[in-house]
């Protein structure tokens, strides 16, 4: 009777939600939204919009892929292996921060929100993929985000507010 008592509730322990599923966010959680409708990029944390950037995005509509992605890799000065550029040299067109992000199945090494070298570019699309910040705002942002937060990409024409309410986040 005890083993009878023990496997049923080792199954309704393995079938109940009584702690997250997945890695979803939650309240409070901090989350990165980028719409490409609008080239902006809002950065919210404990339930509130914190903060609202202009950004660059792909220069093809699908250029910089959209749906909800995981940063996992952070730099400082990155080096940009495509043309051997050092971190720090002024002609990087990554800037001075990198956050790259696990979009199609990539490591975080190919997608990333970074800062630019050329920032009257801002606004616009123009990039390979990533999403592009001034120096300035990405320094800021970094300082902030954490490895592990999700960012949501799409290029639906609708506000920050809506997108976060259904995401879980505001």
Partial sequence: MIRNFTICFMVLMLSSPIWPIGDQPMLGDPYIIVNKSSNQLAYITNGKIQEIYEVATG????????????????????????????????????????????????????????????????????????????????EELYEQVKIGTKIFITDENRSFEDIASEKGVI
Avoid at 64 to 83: C, D, L, M, S
């Fill in 59 to 138: 220069k093809a509509k699908n250029d910089t892929p959209n749906g909800e992605f995981t940063i996992t890799v952070k730099a400082k000065h990155p080096y940009y292996r495509k043309k051997n550029i050092e971190g720090g040299d002024p002609h990087n067109p990554l800037g001075t921060r990198w956050m790259g992000f696990d979009a199609l199945e990539t490591d975080g090494r190919i997608y990333g929100i970074h800062g630019t070298n050329s920032p009257e570019q801002i606004g616009a699309y123009v990039t390979a993929g990533c999403v592009r910040l001034p120096n300035q705002s990405i």
